[in-house]
Every structure is written in C-alpha cells, then in structure tokens.
C-alpha cells in the first residue's frame, strides 16, 4: 500500500490566521491596519473591481484607516510571472509596504502572493516554485514576506484561506508557491461583494467551488477534517 494514502491519527491541522465573515465585514479594514500598526499597504486589485464601488469603498477605507497606499491592478486570469516580476514586485520594493491588500478573485490574490513572498527578497518567483516548507519552514522567507490581508470578491479558488498560489509563466506553464507564510493573516468573507461581480464569473466561481469539494470528499487522501 502507498504510505501517502494512509491516514495519519497524528496529522497536524491548524489554522494561523484570523477570518472575519459576513454582509459589511469589508469594514474591519481600517481596525486591523489599527490593530497591526500597518500604516503603507500595497493594494493589489483586480481591474474590474478597481473600476465598481467595490473598489471606491476599499480605497475610502484605506483612507480612514490614514494608510499610505500603492496600487497594483495589472492583472490577468491566470496571473502572468511576466506582470508581476516587471510591475508588482519592482513597485513593492519601492514602495516598502508593511502589508498588502488583495481585493478581488483567485488570480488577484495569488498576484499578491506572489508579490508578498518575493517583493521583500532578492528572489525572483521561479526560484521558489514548489513546496517551500520542505527547505525553509521557518528561515528568512517567513520572516521577510510581506502579511497578507486578503478580500475575496468570489468564492471559487478559496486563495483567501490557503497556503499555496498558482501563477503562470511565458510559455503557458503554471507555477506552484506553497508555504505557510503566504496565508493570508486576515481574510475578509463578505459575502456583498460576490454581487457586484459579472453572472458568468460567478457561475464559473461557482462551479470551481462545487468541483474542489467533490474533490476533497473522494479523495484517496482523505482525513477525517475533510469528510466532515
């Protein structure tokens, strides 16, 4: 039998990160930045949320909040190496964040992984792709990655809750980054947001959402958390 489909009784589960849920909670930004001291935050937006009042409200809240801010929206599906190592990340490195905020869908937020984990190092993306807590789970890069406050405007990939991101390079490959320090520390649930998007991207976020839950509950690797 493969060991790697063995349930293991000792299996670590945690979750180190706060998750605030609900209509309105897309107003708790300016109370963590408060909380954190965060006072430079590089907002990292999708461009269609830039443009609606989703993306107004975040601002006027960034402005509340008395935040320096720096805005990256050169995003794309399947958010390319190319436009966050040219734009993202040179203007992370200049702009010297002490936090940055992801507002819109799975793309958006893995853009701003990306930049998190790398932005604050000399490090370039394809340098770290793959499981970085097998060679480093508690050296520099979890000390100098940027946190993460992450606001999901849908509810297909779940980047907001998870380790890991998914970007492409310039021949079409995708490209995994996998470690706990890119978890977002705070992710923002709130449901209002998902209203403002277009029907087809929520259809297709949808069914993202459907597809990975049919995947946990067959899974091979199962655990008990994930049948529950």
């Known amino acids: 039998m493969n060991p790697f489909f063995v349930k ?4 670590p589960f945690g979750i180190k990160q706060t998750i605030f849920q609900g209509s309105g909670c897309i107003q708790k930004i300016p109370q963590i930045l408060e909380r954190e001291g965060w006072k430079r935050v590089l907002l990292v937006i999708g461009p269609h949320v830039e443009k609606i009042s989703t993306g107004q409200k975040v601002k006027e809240l960034l402005e509340e909040a008395g935040a320096e801010c720096a805005v ?3 995003i794309k599906p399947d958010p390319l190496i190319l436009d966050i190592e040219q ?12 936090a940055v905020l992801a507002v819109g869908g799975g793309s958006t937020l893995d853009s701003a992984k990306g930049i998190a984990i790398v932005g604050n190092s000399n490090h370039t993306i394809k340098e770290l792709m793959g499981d970085l807590r097998k060679v480093d789970p508690f050296g520099p890069m979890a000390h100098s990655t940027y946190p993460l ?3 999901p405007t849908t509810f297909g990939t779940g980047s907001e809750v998870i380790r890991n991101a998914v970007v492409t390079d310039e021949n079409g490959r995708k490209i995994v980054l996998m470690h706990d320090c890119i978890l977002p520390k705070y992710a923002l649930c709130d449901p209002d947001l998902a209203a403002t998007m277009p029907a087809p991207v929520a259809a297709a976020a949808a069914m993202d959402a459907l597809v990975q839950a049919v ?8 655990n008990d958390f994930s049948e529950t």
Request: proline residues 10%; charged residues 25%.
């Open 215 to 222: 995947e946990a509950y067959v899974s091979l690797a199962a």
């Open 87 to 98: 734009v993202g990340i040179p203007l992370a490195r200049e702009f010297k964040p002490d």
């Open 149 to 151: 406050i992450a606001v």
């Open 72 to 74: 990256f929206s050169t």
């Open 8 to 11: 293991d009784p000792l299996r």
